[in-house]
């Protein structure tokens, strides 16, 4: 399959991720993370199962931003997610009159 093809070459590097929660807010990481891999055709993407590293709860419980890092199985990549916790409430576009959409 196309599949077994392109996991028969070497992952490039796991695509970066960001999160935006709340100050409480559960953090949910993937279990899979999209990976380059070099293709026929150029680059190609695969999602991989990725083991990340342990959150301590503090960092939920505080406006800041942080990064977790994970180890994406069967290669050598690092997975990043950047996590911003923030203590503001979101604005909805519509309710913002300085916002334009042109």
Sequence with gaps: TKDKNLLSHKP?????QARLLQVGQALELPTKVPVYFTGKDGYETKDLSVEW???????LTKAGQFTVRG????SDLV???TVRVTDKLGEALSDNPNYDEN
């Design 79 to 81: 997975a990043e997610v």
């Design 12 to 16: 490039v590097a796991a695509v970066k």
């Design 71 to 74: 180890h994406v199985l069967g």
């Design 53 to 59: 590293e342990e959150v301590p709860a503090e960092n």
